[in-house]
């Protein structure tokens, strides 16, 4: 599974997470916080760390958030790609526009589920991870531990940390793998710009 | 003589009532556990043509038709969905109703991601393996871009055990379910659509699906989870021949009663009205006897009856009632009418009338159609039993009754066949045959034929309805057409199933098939393995854009490696691997005569396009069960009519004895005659000739034999004589006329030839009397 498909999943997961009624006041906060935002944007990184590899596999772009429309997610290095997902599933740009992706595979089921999330449709997922959030309002970190029998053969333990908002997501897969998704200078904003809603409307 | 009578009349009944305990112990014997009553209509068709290996192919392909039930739980909320499916799922499967009953995904992804591992060169799809061998650059770039895809679909193999991606893409072949996805976080097999989200159950029953009482509790518990489902807010949706089972034996019960209380309260009626005696009555005890000595019959030569069987046999009732009416009516000539005495002087004609009536029925038991055979053998049963009700019983149980009929009915038959004489004088006759056959030739003309499958089953419209609504949402469309593949060892059969798998796959891009499922998508043939080998083995030269993303030269060359020398299972133990699950009801395994197996396929398609798929491949063949009953249903009709006319002539020479060539060529020509206008009545009313329908007329010539000798005979007259066929036609009709209510189209159409035979062979008997109305008797 891909790294963005797990950061737009836990994204989800975490507001369900946070408007559950589990630990209320401090993951209710939590969820006021990053969901204040209409627009957030900024740069991300992601590092696979792959056991065989000496390096890790880097790849690094920008993305938008919109609360209301979905996530734009370009990547820019080693390869110039975009994607989007929103309502309808997950689009790729080609030279003939956004073509849609087949939307059988488990990654549009995640992604629609995040969708659903940001529009307050909860899908309880937070029974399937246990929750640990630490620290304040500046510096915070939630650990997720799956719980059901299919995640837990995918993930051992998921770690995201920010301030403001969120700034580092890490994955621990149950095979030794480890993606680390960094977010560094991300920025809320008030509304999308043109490009980005022609992004999102056509 | 006087004596001798009457030990006869006292014998005969003590001999039919031990007859007649015998037959209702053999009958509570018979259904000692239970109805031993089946309701597929399926098992009434008859079993394909066709060597073992078409049959065992044939049966593997009906095993989850007749077992596996399809149940989707829908709800606006999906983990409401996902609850209820979880509820109903632990319900069903602690019943112990069923075999298995699934809902979730719950592999092992770690044996999985093995089996992957080991046979992905197996399992590689066609398009990729050309794809390899033809553009590696490309091949290579996509994997690359591959690597950081953020939606690519979740991978079973981490990238550092799949560099090329070969297991990606294998993985990406093994996700054939169309629109089913499993729900990641509770493994829920699920269907989206908007504002709605749907679990999919899988549930397959015991044993068959056929047996009499596994469909109705199936059924039962479906009804109590969809009340449960609406309750909650959601829906439910179930397909599945046990459910379709279950409908049509509710159908056929209730329709039963239905008919049978009709034509039986009818007939009643009948007998009151002409009769005016209660203990007329009586003359209804050869139906039941009729009743019962048909289904044992049927239960001891063929295990079991059908229920579509015991509906047709339910119209048995008119017929059996016939033969009392032979001697009753003759009430109406008698100034005294005495029981022994009157069917003293009808029992010829009323053994000619069995002998004629068994003829008729027997000739359909030589069809090659289970069904026919069935209810021929259940009315040849029943008939017997009636006709000895008749003779031996029932005379006892009238004798002493004094008889009034009602007077009125005479004066009409009188006046009635009053007319006719005069018609009979002079030239009306052959103008009238003219006229009639003028009528009939143009209707005929008018006729088609019709014969579909769909006719049999009278589909319940409800269950059909979510049968498409299925295909629908999950993409999964079963037909009964598939391929059937033999060659001489495995690798043969690979490479023979490679070829026709290259034809369809042209078809599915082109969307004439939905899909198909091939061994060959599981075991790559050795030679094809052999050109991937070779590519792989050229791949350093192409490798180039990995090698830029960072992964290391070694590792990618220890991968190749691994690739090149792993050795790929074989057939048979591919298919014991857990991702095999879909494709192992395909192999049929080894005989004497080489290996075979099914290339099963989704969605309807055009037999003639899969027709072109299979030509000039050897040893592949399309089984078309559908189209092939169809063309059998044609030859049948046939077959069955040129089995009458050879009962046609067995009842003439029958005939001969008593009347005479000319008298038994009349009596037989009539009932012909009768059919011939009753086959241009369903041309002039634009209704199909259906197999159905050619069997009612075939039955009329059996019954209107009956009439024309009753008339022939002439026993108290010739007003009599046509009350009596009056009576009989209205009590045939009341049974088989009402079959016209029928919801299986079938039976219906069926119904239809009957009444309109039976009116014609009433309105043609007159004339199987002789010219001069001399009164015998």
């Known amino acids: ?202 | 003589m006087r004596t001798e009578h009457a030990l006869l009349e006292r014998r005969l009944p003590r001999l039919f009532a031990v007859l007649l305990l015998a037959l209702l112990a053999l009958t509570a014997w018979q259904w000692r556990n239970g109805p031993p009553v089946a309701a597929s209509m399926l098992a009434l068709l008859p079993s394909g043509a066709g060597d073992a290996r078409l049959q065992q192919a044939e049966a593997r392909m009906q095993e989850p038709i007749q077992r596996d039930v399809l149940v989707l739980v829908g709800h606006p909320q999906r983990e409401r969905a996902v609850a209820l499916a979880a509820s109903f799922g632990q319900q069903w499967r602690d019943s112990g109703d069923f075999e298995q009953v699934r809902w979730q995904l719950d592999s092992d992804l770690d044996a999985l991601r093995q089996h992957l591992r080991d046979s992905r060169l197996n399992m590689l799809p066609a398009a990729d393996r050309q794809l390899l061998i033809e553009q590696p650059d490309a091949f290579i770039e996509q994997r690359a871009a591959g690597l950081f895809e953020p939606f690519a679909s979740f991978s079973l193999l981490p990238p550092e055990q799949d560099w090329f991606g070969l297991g990606a893409r294998a993985q990406q072949a093994l996700n054939f379910g169309g629109r089913v996805q499993p729900d990641l976080a509770s493994g829920t097999l699920l269907v989206n659509e908007p504002g709605m989200t749907w679990a999919v159950l899988h549930l397959r029953s015991r044993g068959d699906a056929f047996d009499m009482q596994a469909p109705l509790a199936i059924a039962q518990r479906i009804e109590a989870a969809r009340s449960a489902s609406e309750a909650a807010g959601g829906q439910l949706l179930a397909t599945g021949g046990a459910l379709y089972a279950a409908a049509g034996q509710n159908k056929a019960m209730s329709e039963m009663t239905l008919i049978g209380g009709a034509a039986s309260l009818g007939t009643l009626l009948l007998l009151l009205i002409g009769f005016r005696r209660p203990r007329v009555l009586l003359s209804l005890l050869p139906i039941g006897v009729a009743l019962v000595a048909g289904c044992a019959a049927c239960v001891l030569i063929f295990g079991q009856i059908n229920a579509l069987t015991l509906v047709l046999g339910a119209s048995l009732i008119g017929v059996a009632a016939d033969y009392p009416l032979h001697y009753l009516s003759k009430s109406w000539g008698h100034a005294e009418w005495r029981s022994w005495s009157a069917l003293r002087s009808t029992l010829p004609g009323l053994t000619l009338s069995l002998g004629t009536n068994l003829m008729g029925y027997l000739a359909l038991a030589f069809t090659p159609f289970p069904a026919l055979t069935q209810i021929a053998a259940f009315s040849a049963a029943g008939l017997i039993g009636a006709y000895l009700c008749s003779v031996c019983l029932l005379p006892a149980w009238l004798n002493g009754m004094q008889l009034r009929p009602a007077p009125r009915l005479l004066a009409v038959a009188t006046r009635a066949m009053s007319w006719h004489g005069r018609l009979r004088q002079g030239h009306g006759t052959y103008w009238l045959l003219a006229l009639f056959l003028a009528f009939c030739a143009a209707g005929i003309g008018q006729l088609h034929s019709q014969n579909d499958l769909r006719q049999w089953l009278g589909k319940d419209p409800a269950l059909f309805a979510q049968s498409q609504r299925i295909v629908e949402l999950t993409g999964q469309q079963p037909t009964s057409q598939f391929f059937l593949v033999r060659a001489a060892d495995q690798a043969q059969l690979l490479q023979r199933q490679q070829a026709l798998g290259t034809r369809l796959d042209a078809l599915v891009k082109t969307a004439q098939l939905r899909s198909y499922l091939s061994l060959n998508q599981l075991a790559t043939p050795a030679a094809d393995l052999q050109a991937l080998r070779s590519a792989l083995a050229d791949l350093p030269g192409h490798w180039q854009a990995l090698l830029d993303l960072g992964i290391p030269a070694q590792a990618l060359q220890a991968e190749l490696q691994q690739l090149l020398e792993q050795p790929q299972p074989d057939l048979e133990q591919a298919l014991a691997s857990p991702l095999a699950e879909p494709w192992r009801a395909l192999w049929l395994g080894r005989d004497d005569n080489g290996v075979a197996a099914v290339v099963s396929l989704q969605g309807q398609t055009d037999s003639s396009v899969l027709q072109g798929a299979a030509e000039g491949l050897e040893g592949v063949q399309l089984v078309d069960r559908l189209g092939e009953l169809n063309r059998l249903f044609a030859a049948t009709q046939i077959s069955a009519a040129e089995l009458k006319l050879i009962s046609c002539l067995a009842i003439v020479l029958l005939l001969c004895i008593p009347f005479g060539i000319g008298g038994a060529l009349r009596v037989v020509c009539l009932p012909l005659l009768a059919a011939l206008a009753a086959l241009a009545c369903l041309g002039w009313l634009g209704q199909p000739l259906t197999l159905f329908s050619l069997f009612g007329l075939l039955l009329i010539t059996a019954i209107g034999v009956d009439y024309a000798i009753l008339m022939r005979e002439n026993i108290g007259g010739p007003a009599v004589s046509l009350l009596g066929t009056l009576l009989s036609a209205i009590s045939s009709w009341l049974s088989f006329g009402l079959l016209l209510l029928s919801q299986t189209p079938a039976i219906a159409n069926f119904g239809l030839a009957i009444s309109l035979g039976l009116m014609f062979c009433f309105l043609l008997s007159p004339w199987a009397g002789t010219q001069q109305h001399e009164v015998k008797g």
Request: a neutral charge.
């Open chain 1, 1 to 202: 599974m891909n790294a963005l498909a797990r950061f737009t999943l836990l994204i989800g997961l975490l507001l369900t997470a946070l408007s559950s009624q589990a630990e209320p006041l401090s993951l209710d906060q939590l969820s006021q916080q990053l969901s204040q935002h209409p627009v957030v944007r900024g740069p991300f990184i992601q590092e696979k760390h792959l056991r065989a590899l000496p390096k890790p596999l880097a790849s690094s772009g920008t993305f938008v958030l919109a609360a209301d429309a979905g996530l734009l997610w370009k990547l820019e290095k080693p390869l110039k790609q975009d994607y989007r997902i929103d309502a309808n599933g997950i689009a790729k740009r080609t030279a003939a526009g956004w073509q849609m992706q087949p939307g059988r595979d488990v990654a549009a089921q995640q992604s629609k589920l995040f969708l659903d999330v940001l529009k307050g449709n909860h899908s309880g997922l937070a029974r399937d991870f246990e929750l640990q959030l630490s620290g304040d309002a500046k510096a915070w970190t939630l650990a997720l531990t799956p719980t059901s029998l299919l995640l837990k053969q995918v993930f051992s333990r998921i770690e995201i940390s920010g301030g403001e908002l969120v700034e580092r997501i890490e994955l621990h897969e149950t095979q030794g793998d480890r993606t680390l998704l960094r977010m560094p200078a991300s920025r809320a904003g008030d509304a999308l710009s043109d490009e980005e809603r022609s992004d999102f409307a056509h």
